[in-house]
Structures are given as C-alpha cells and as structure tokens.
C-alpha cells in the first residue's frame, strides 16, 4: 500500500505545477493594476457625490462587499453570458477564454474593496489641504495629484497590502469554474496519481510564501514612508 505522503511524489510535482503560477500571478497582476483605477474612480465619484452614480456605486460596492468571492465568481461566470449573449447575439462561453470571466470578477471585487479603502483615505486628510491648493491656483486635479493622493498613498498603503494577501489566497478559487492556475493543476495531478497531499502541500507552501513576501514588501515601504514623514517632523521642529 502506498504511502499517504512521499518527498519523491513532492518534488516530482514541483516541475508540473510551478508553471501553472503565472495565471496565478497574472490575475493577481491584472485585477491589482485595474483595480487601483476602478476603486480611484469609484472614490472620487462617492466624494464628490455625483448624481446616479453615486448611488450605483454605493450599491455596487455594499454587494461586493456582501458577497462571498465565490458566488461572485459564479454570477459572472454564468450571467454575463446571459446578458451579452442576449443582448448581441454571441456565444462567449466559447468564443472567451475562461481566464476573462475570473479577470473580470477579480478586477469587479478589486475595484469595490479598494474604492472603500481609498475613500477612507481621503477623507482622513483634512480638507483644508484641498482649499490651500485651489487658493494657491491650483486646479481639482492637479490639487488631488499633487497634494492629497501621495497623503492617500501613505495612509491606504498597510490596508492595501492586507487586500493584496487575500486576493492572491482568493485566486485559488478559479479552478472550480474550469481555469488551470496552480490550484487547478493540484487537482488535475490529484485525480490522475491518486495521490492528492503531495500537490496541496506544495500549493500551501506556495501561498504561504507569497504571503509572506508581499507582507514583508509591504512592512518595508511603510517604514519608508514612515520615517520620511519622521524625518519632515523633526526639520519643523528643528525650525
């Protein structure tokens, strides 16, 4: 009878899997740079209270919010079709590689989390800052580029790193609508050996790992951050 759990079996899966984390990262890459741009938007748009969409977006983002990633992942897996479908008369099941329908649900999820996320940031800055840029003659845009979204960087930054964890584990899920990423192929090597431990230790291994760097890259940039803004106190008080 063979073992429940063998090295051999271990570092012969490693060639076959490691591959397979490129889709991983390119829904992680994907739904991150797309998702900085959404959740902007959305926060500017809850900021400045614009009529519609405001109100859209505070449904939008309570859902995604409010929902599991999972049952996210099927509605648009399975009711996007439905609509465009309809709508122009296509078959993207099959004209679509199912990798769209998880960049769009991770990007859609993204976008939501960090639109709160930012909208928390900015609002912790005072307003006063925006009226010292518009009266110096500064634009809206060119006082939110210039002064208030590298304060908004600093203060959304340990949050965004926390999100950027979970959406990295979260991406594990794509394999249960038909995506080979590393997790898909845990279960593919899983169902044809027999031998499913192997595979799933070293998925966990690998999501542990990029936990951890993100998490110390993040603990980095924050003390960055933190001791420029140190350093900028001590020369005022030093004034």
Avoid: C
């Avoid at 076959?16 to 926060?43: D, E, Q």
């Avoid at 400045?48 to 409010?66: A, D, N």
């Amino acid at each position: 009878m063979d073992k429940l759990f063998e090295w051999e079996r271990f570092f012969d899966n490693i060639p076959k899997m490691v591959p397979y984390l490129s889709v991983t990262f390119s829904i992680a890459i994907y739904a991150s740079i797309v998702g900085v741009i959404l959740g902007i938007l959305i926060a500017v748009i809850r900021m400045k209270k614009i009529p519609v969409l405001h109100q859209f977006f505070q449904v939008y983002v309570s859902f995604m919010r409010g929902t599991p990633m999972l049952v996210q992942l099927m509605l648009i897996y399975y009711g996007l079709p439905v609509f465009i479908d309809h709508a122009f008369g296509t078959n993207i099941n099959r004209e679509w590689s199912t990798v769209i329908f998880a960049y769009i649900t991770f990007i859609l999820n993204q976008g939501a989390f960090l639109s709160a996320i930012f909208y928390s940031a900015i609002t912790s800055i005072p307003y006063g800052q925006t009226e010292a840029g518009l009266s110096v003659g500064l634009t809206e845009f060119q006082t939110f580029r210039r002064i208030i979204l590298p304060q908004m960087v600093r203060v959304a930054l340990p949050p965004y790193g926390s999100d950027l964890v979970g959406l990295f584990q979260n991406s594990s899920l794509v394999f249960l609508i038909g995506v080979t990423d590393i997790m898909g192929r845990a279960k593919t090597i899983g169902t044809v050996t027999k031998h499913v431990i192997e595979a799933y230790v070293f998925v966990a291994i690998i999501f542990v790992i990029i936990s951890l760097m993100i998490r110390l890259l993040f603990y980095y940039l924050n003390k960055k951050l933190d001791y420029g803004r140190g350093r900028r106190a001590l020369i005022l008080k030093e004034l």
